[in-house]
């Protein structure tokens, strides 16, 4: 018996650009699997949207809602409009969303009511800070999910410490496709322009509104900056939400900034760099992927394993810890990588799980 299923991909933001990419090459594998594309438009600027689908190869999305708006609950509201909108007419088997952006929790609360199954790949993070938006995004979606897809064994144990066993759904320990998706690309890298000098540089990233929304913050972390740009390049690729708090504080940099990277580049960046600096989640691991050592802007994580390994140093926006962070991991080299992102077939584990899933539902 000929099977086939509609699975609706949910994205918005970069990083599910990225990890959409991974499950549309496994779904191929599946001929009984036609996946659907919705783009909320969460991440507008060419360079972090446009530039990722190209770059990543990711199918067109079938409906962009093109959803703009800078308050977080009317940015949620609309899309839960457009995404009910599209599940209605297209009616899929399933829905997927990812990681813990605006965009995740609205596909998540669309998907649960109008009744469709809904697959959360990246359950069970915690960064047990419950005033990030990001902590609540998380924790929402896992709440309404029937497939949990946890990308470290910390994060599967956190689900069954808060009971989800018991809930009848479905938990998996799946690896995490972003890892995936650095072993399939790095083959591919080209030069980046950003590293033409020389590969002595630190690459930073800061976009989390813990810092950009915070004046303090974002100053002192300015400050920590300026003096590690005066012993060693930096590399960093401005996000426009920050240079927009930049400028309407007065914040001043001592050295130049890029542009957005696209994904390539980002990964070329970081293979060549000394060091990572940076509040996004997802270049914490990356960094780890490619052996380079982490000073996190944030006061906690929810990829704890990387405190655990040591690789991975904790300093806010606190400017004698960075300072204190960067002085002490600037030479240091990861020894004895551990594989706790899994394998590298993540896509595949999840494509297999949901394609099995389904069929045993007789749809």
């Given at each position: 018996?000929?099977?086939?299923?509609?699975?609706?991909?949910?994205?918005?933001?970069?990083?599910?650009?990225?990890?959409?990419?991974?499950?549309?090459?496994?779904?191929?594998?599946?001929?009984?699997?036609?996946?659907?594309?919705?783009?909320?438009?969460?991440?507008?600027?060419?360079?972090?949207?446009?530039?990722?689908?190209?770059?990543?190869?990711?199918?067109?999305?079938?409906?962009?809602?093109?959803?703009?708006?800078?308050?977080?609950?009317?940015?949620?509201?609309?899309?839960?409009?457009?995404?009910?909108?599209?599940?209605?007419?297209?009616?899929?088997?399933?829905?997927?969303?990812?990681?813990?952006?605006?965009?995740?929790?609205?596909?998540?609360?669309?998907?649960?009511?109008?009744q469709i199954p809904l697959a959360h790949v990246e359950a069970g993070l915690?960064?047990?800070?419950?005033?990030?938006?990001?902590?609540?995004?998380?924790?929402?979606?896992?709440?309404?999910?029937?497939?949990?897809?946890?990308?470290?064994?910390?994060?599967?144990?956190?689900?069954?410490?808060?009971?989800?066993?018991?809930?009848?759904?479905?938990?998996?320990?799946?690896?995490?496709?972003?890892?995936?998706?650095?072993?399939?690309?790095?083959?591919?890298?080209?030069?980046?322009?950003?590293?033409?000098?020389?590969?002595?540089?630190?690459?930073?990233?800061?976009?989390?509104?813990?810092?950009?929304?915070?004046?303090?913050?974002?100053?002192?972390?300015?400050?920590?900056?300026?003096?590690?740009?005066?012993?060693?390049?930096?590399?960093?690729?401005?996000?426009?939400?920050?240079?927009?708090?930049?400028?309407?504080?007065?914040?001043?940099?001592?050295?130049?900034?890029?542009?957005?990277?696209?994904?390539?580049?980002?990964?070329?960046?970081?293979?060549?760099?000394?060091?990572?600096?940076?509040?996004?989640?997802?270049?914490?691991?990356?960094?780890?992927?490619?052996?380079?050592?982490?000073?996190?802007?944030?006061?906690?994580?929810?990829?704890?394993?990387?405190?655990?390994?040591?690789?991975?140093?904790?300093?806010?926006?606190?400017?004698?810890?960075?300072?204190?962070?960067?002085?002490?991991?600037?030479?240091?080299?990861?020894?004895?990588?551990?594989?706790?992102?899994?394998?590298?077939?993540?896509?595949?584990?999840?494509?297999?799980?949901?394609?099995?899933?389904?069929?045993?539902?007789?749809?």
């Amino acid at each position: 018996m000929k099977v086939s299923f509609k699975i609706l991909t949910i994205i918005g933001a970069r990083p599910q650009f990225i990890k959409a990419a991974v499950l549309s090459r496994a779904y191929a594998k599946y001929p009984g699997i036609k996946e659907i594309i919705l783009h909320t438009g969460q991440h507008y600027d060419e360079n972090m949207s446009e530039r990722f689908f190209r770059e990543l190869e990711i199918p067109e999305p079938s409906y962009n809602l093109e959803v703009i708006e800078s308050n977080n609950a009317l940015m949620i509201s609309r899309m839960m409009e457009g995404i009910i909108k599209v599940i209605e007419k297209v009616k899929p088997d399933a829905a997927v969303v990812f990681g813990d952006t605006n965009t995740t929790l609205a596909g998540a609360i669309a998907a649960c009511k109008c009744q469709i199954p809904l697959a959360h790949v990246e359950a069970g993070l915690r960064s047990f800070n419950s005033f990030m938006p990001e902590e609540k995004n998380r924790i929402l979606t896992d709440s309404v999910s029937d497939w949990l897809f946890c990308p470290t064994q910390n994060a599967f144990d956190n689900l069954l410490k808060e009971g989800f066993e018991k809930s009848g759904r479905k938990i998996y320990l799946s690896g995490d496709v972003m890892y995936d998706s650095a072993l399939h690309f790095s083959s591919k890298l080209q030069a980046s322009a950003a590293t033409s000098e020389s590969n002595d540089f630190v690459l930073v990233s800061v976009h989390r509104a813990v810092n950009t929304d915070n004046a303090e913050n974002l100053k002192s972390i300015t400050e920590a900056l300026n003096e590690v740009s005066d012993r060693i390049r930096i590399v960093f690729p401005l996000h426009p939400r920050t240079k927009k708090q930049m400028e309407s504080i007065g914040v001043k940099l001592n050295f130049e900034t890029c542009e957005p990277q696209g994904y390539f580049d980002t990964l070329k960046l970081l293979r060549d760099c000394k060091l990572v600096m940076t509040d996004s989640g997802g270049l914490q691991k990356e960094s780890y992927f490619f052996g380079k050592n982490c000073v996190i802007l944030r006061d906690e994580t929810e990829w704890t394993e990387l405190i655990t390994l040591g690789s991975h140093i904790l300093a806010g926006a606190d400017k004698d810890k960075i300072l204190g962070a960067f002085g002490s991991t600037m030479n240091l080299k990861i020894k004895n990588m551990i594989h706790c992102f899994g394998e590298g077939k993540a896509g595949e584990f999840i494509a297999e799980k949901l394609f099995s899933d389904l069929t045993a539902k007789g749809k």
